[in-house]
Every structure is written in C-alpha cells, then in structure tokens.
C-alpha cells in the first residue's frame, strides 16, 4: 500500500500503535503499516480502485533537502525490516545506515502478535515470493525501462529509481512511482550513454566491485561505471519527448 493513499479507523490505527515514531519524514510508513495490519491484528487490505485521490506533489524542488538526516529512506525501511522481516532483513542491511533504537517497536509487535511471522511468511501470507536466493551474486532488478514520464521501473512493476540527495555516492531505492518527476526524474544521454538525474545533478554509477548496487555521483564522460544501454530504444522518440522538457541547469 501506499503511505499517504489510504483510509482506516482512528481507534483501530492507534490500536495499531499508529507509526513508528523513530520513521524520519517519509518513506517506509507503508510497508510498517502493511506489515502491522497483517502481521499484527490479522488484518486485511482491500484496493478499492474506482475512488479518485487527489495528492500535491512538490514536483523538481524538495523542501527537505536531507533535513539535517542523511539517507532517511534507507534508514526508515531498515528500520522496517529490523521490526517485521525477522531473517530476511539482512537482504537489507548491505551499504545502509543503521536503524536506530526500534526496542519500543519490537514490544509494540510482540504485543499484538496474533500469528507467528516466520509461519505466516513461509505461507506466504505477505505475497513475498519464494526462493529468493541467499546468493549475494543474485537477485536484484535488472529488466528494467525508462517511460514517458522519464522514470526508470522495472518491467511489471510501479515502483520507481527515486532519489531524495544529492550527497556523493547518495543511494537510489525503489520507491511507489508518482508519474510526477522530482526525485524520479532521469535523463538518458544517448550521445554519452549517461544517465542523469536533474535534481541531484548527478549520474547512474554501478559499483566497481561487480555487486550490482547502483548509485549517484558526479558526472564523468570517461567513467565506464556511467555507460548504460539498452536491449530496445526508440532514439527518436526518447529525443522529442526530452527535447520537449524544460533545460535543466547542469
């Protein structure tokens, strides 16, 4: 579910525990949430997808900078995952930061526990897919697309490349698409095979260790950790739709 997209009863959501107030900003209060209703209470979410919701959103500018927090999405879904994934977290715990003190969240779930969560997992009770190696050579999202919108998503999914700094080496996570640029907004060069993303004024960097984790920072022509290509690309389709966007400041 989507953070800022859904409707509950006040009594039960402070039942609930409401959020984890160790949460910075925003990011990872949907997946708690998730977590809480189904794991906690026994709950249920239903997708009711006739009624219209209207959200502002801050478009190219981010208010927050990085509020004096860092990388707070990652920390925020670490702190998710050191609640509710039990064994799976460690899939998390490569390149983030640590979670903070989550002792009061943990009670908060033994408290309300209804089911055990390794049972409910291995029923797949969480729509989480099943042999998902421990390999650290596997894994990842690697069939991916750019859109009209100018997002990067992996095929058959509405989650987005999102990124909120504009530090060096700032991460890229996968966050609900919003259709409406801002953090997720990517450019490809096609003369330079380069991928940049106006807000940070930075560029798609693969780690030179062979591991597959992606990052920003500066952008370098002559780096071969910027080069990207892609199996299909309508060249002059990409160039319109680009061309048609306003200059960016570089």
């Avoid at 209207?54 to 509020?67: D, L």
Wanted: with cysteine.
């Amino acid at each position: 579910m989507a953070g800022g997209y859904f409707a509950i009863s006040t009594k039960w959501f402070w039942e609930l525990g409401g959020y984890d107030e160790g949460l910075d900003i925003w990011g990872g209060e949907q997946y708690e949430l998730s977590f809480k209703i189904s794991g906690a209470v026994c709950g249920s979410i239903s997708n009711h997808l006739a009624i219209p919701v209207g959200h502002i959103y801050r478009c190219k500018y981010m208010p927050f900078k990085n509020a004096g927090k860092g990388d707070f999405i990652s920390r925020n879904y670490k702190r998710v995952a050191e609640v509710w994934m039990d064994e799976y977290k460690h899939n998390l715990y490569k390149h983030r930061p640590g979670v903070g003190d989550a002792d009061t969240e943990l009670r908060n779930k033994a408290a309300r526990m209804c089911v055990d969560t390794q049972f409910k997992q291995s029923q797949q009770r969480f729509g989480l897919r099943k042999c998902i190696s421990d390999d650290p050579n596997s894994g990842g999202e690697q069939n991916l697309r750019i859109t009209r919108w100018h997002d990067i998503r992996p095929e058959g999914r509405n989650v987005c490349f999102d990124v909120s700094t504009s530090d060096d080496k700032a991460p890229v996570v996968l966050f609900d698409c919003h259709s409406q640029k801002g953090n997720q907004l990517f450019k490809y060069r096609i003369e330079t095979q380069m991928i940049y993303h106006p807000v940070s004024n930075q560029c798609l960097t693969a780690e030179t260790d062979g591991s597959g984790f992606v990052f920003m920072r500066k952008c370098d022509n002559d780096s071969p950790n910027q080069k990207w290509t892609w199996q299909v690309l309508d060249e002059k389709l990409l160039n319109e739709r680009q061309n048609a966007e306003p200059l960016e400041e570089e």
